[in-house]
């Protein structure tokens, strides 16, 4: 059976972008779908701005104890609306690195709308039909919004958007005391908020090191946030939050906004896969092996549509074609580790698992002192080279190269398939 396509990628955040980029170098024929903004979370309401936001709290911060530093006489006043300008600014420069024209003339053949998956070869755009030998699901993950009583009727923040304040929160209550609510609440209160950080749990960042989570609760209760872990949200009117105490006393933290940090969710519904039987585990990730494959044999994924923590065995497992993951030790070294974050890593595995699928001839991994990572993967007759920026978040450093092997395998990029 002939195909369009060689490999369609659902979704250009950073793991889509990245599988469809290197695909592309490989010479594979690879349609990009994009339903909403190019550039997925990273670029657009992740760590893009809030890095961005971090370097503008950190400055104020600074300066705010320039004592500290061997500064006299520093004076300083926050302009919030000026810093939000800020934080779109760096998204709008970032942008055209991760826009549809520049992949276009990478060789991805980028489409704008909601892709249905139909079958393991094919994919729904509004009404275009794309053949495809293999699929990749990078539909990342949104904020979880808890069913707590009024939770409905108040006008929350997410990290979706938080982004589009202009006035900054005189009092601002985060809900979760995860990596996402710990970075915002120690920037909104170095901008000026008064913050209260709440956690049901007993102890923030409670996928950290419990020693690590220990500093940053000291640091943020240094620098005035108010850090009620332990505490249960009950219910949320829109001007206090009810949280549950061990006394069962009751305490009302009041706001003027609230911004919800309690989880993310990924997005593994609503396109069709369930309709076709695709696994999901109980917290909705996609099930996937050792090599990204989901339960549909031509179905692969990566990114947070299937969690956040993939490690280096498996992705090398990933690389050798095999379905269980190999053991790393000695001179194996992950050949996607040192490019940017978790979802540009999985990007990279899950393009090299597909376009290698057991014949990736060789592979090499050079890491810069100044972090930047460079990875070699030779595939059969075709082979691509990737270089990423590794302290990168974004794709904005990665650049592939196209390049041609001596080697006379036998990987065929073409688009014909037993449908194996
Ligand atoms: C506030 C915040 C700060 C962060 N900071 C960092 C950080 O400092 N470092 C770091 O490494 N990570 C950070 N992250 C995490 C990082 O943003 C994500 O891990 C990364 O963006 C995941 O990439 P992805 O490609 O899997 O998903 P996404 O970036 O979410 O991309 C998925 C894309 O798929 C599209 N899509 C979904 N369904 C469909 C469909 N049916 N059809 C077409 N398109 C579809 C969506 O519109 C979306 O653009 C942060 C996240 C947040 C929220």
């Known amino acids: 059976m002939k195909y369009e396509n060689n490999l369609v990628v659902i979704g250009a955040g950073s793991a889509g972008l990245i599988a469809a980029l290197i695909a592309a170098t490989v010479k594979a024929r690879v349609s990009l779908v994009e339903s909403g903004a190019m550039g997925g979370d990273c670029l657009n309401t992740g760590c893009v701005p809030s890095k961005t936001l971090i370097a503008s709290a950190k400055a104020a911060h600074v300066l705010s104890h320039g004592e500290r530093y061997g500064l006299k006489n520093v004076v300083g006043e926050v302009d919030f609306a000026k810093v939000m300008a800020r934080v779109r600014d760096a998204i709008a420069t970032i942008a055209p690195k991760d826009s549809m024209e520049r992949y276009e003339s990478l060789g991805v053949r980028c489409l704008a709308g909601h892709a249905k998956v139909v079958d393991g070869h094919t994919v729904e755009v509004g ?19 808890p069913p707590i009583p009024g939770i409905g009727d108040v006008d929350i923040l997410t990290s979706d958007n938080v982004w589009d304040l202009n006035e900054l929160p005189g009092r601002l209550a985060v809900l979760g005391g995860g990596p996402i609510g710990c970075e915002l609440a120690q920037a909104f209160a170095r901008l000026g908020s008064q913050v209260a950080l709440i956690d049901m749990e007993d102890r923030l960042l409670p996928r950290e090191d419990p020693d690590a989570a220990a500093v940053v609760e000291t640091v943020l209760a240094e620098e005035g946030v108010e850090v009620l872990t332990g505490h249960r949200a009950t219910r949320i009117d829109p001007d206090a939050i009810t949280l549950d105490t061990a006394d069962r006393s009751g305490k009302r933290v009041p706001f003027d906004r609230i911004l919800v940090a309690v989880g993310r969710r990924a997005r593994s519904t609503g396109f069709g896969l369930e309709d076709l039987g695709v696994q999901t585990n109980r917290d909705g990730t996609l099930v996937v092996n050792g090599a990204l494959r989901t339960t549909s044999p031509t179905i692969y994924a990566c990114g947070d549509v299937i969690g956040p923590y993939q ?7 990933s690389i050798h074609g095999q379905d269980d993951p190999i053991s790393l030790d000695g001179n194996d070294k ?42 070699s993967v030779t595939v059969g007759k075709k082979g691509g080279e990737v270089t990423g920026g590794g302290g990168s978040q974004t794709t904005t450093d990665i650049v592939c190269r196209g390049t041609e092997s001596n080697d006379s395998g036998s990987n065929d990029s073409g688009s014909s398939d037993s449908g194996s």
Request: one cysteine or more.
């Open 311 to 317: 490690t280096g065995a498996v992705s090398a497992g």
């Open 334 to 375: 992950d050949p996607c580790g040192d490019i940017g974050s978790d979802g540009l890593r999985d990007g990279c595995r899950a393009a090299i698992a597909i376009c290698g699928e057991g014949n990736v001839k060789s592979m090499s991994v050079t890491t810069d002192k100044d972090g930047t990572g460079s990875v």
């Open 127 to 145: 009404d275009r039909r794309l053949t495809t030998r293999r699929i990749v699901v990078a539909a990342g993950a949104e904020p979880f919004v």
